[in-house]
């Protein structure tokens, strides 16, 4: 869930607590039948916010884990893909040793038989 969506939810969270607690507040009711609706609707919008941040915390952590997952993999290709390079790079440079040495030869022979 994105950060705007959870900043969005918990506005509307918090509206409607504050909205149900100014409506009861307005009420004709006695005092102690009013608090005790405020108890109610403050431990209702607690319980909501509650479950919400248990499903939110629920899928960041899913997404994470699949972040992490999509990473080792994608570490693991470039390292194969490197290995693999690599592995040309070093033909390529016996190779060329090869021909130097080659050439180092011949030029041994020139001058000794000079």
């Known amino acids: 869930m994105s950060n705007q969506t959870g900043n969005t939810l918990l506005a509307l ?6 909205g149900a607690g100014i409506g009861i507040l307005y009420a004709p009711d006695r005092g102690d ?6 108890r ?22 899913s997404q994470a884990e699949k972040t992490r997952a999509n990473f080792e993999n994608k570490l693991e290709e470039t390292l194969s893909t490197m290995s693999y390079k690599a592995d040309d790079i070093l033909v ?23």
């Open 92 to 114: 390529a440079l016996e190779a060329k040793l090869e021909d130097l040495r080659t050439q180092n030869a011949k030029l041994k022979k020139e001058t000794t038989s000079k």
């Open 40 to 61: 109610k609707n403050a431990k209702s919008a607690q319980k909501e916010l509650e479950k919400q941040l248990k499903t939110t915390k629920t899928k960041l952590t």
């Open 33 to 38: 039948k009013t608090r005790e609706k405020i």
């Open 13 to 18: 969270l918090t509206g409607a607590a504050i």
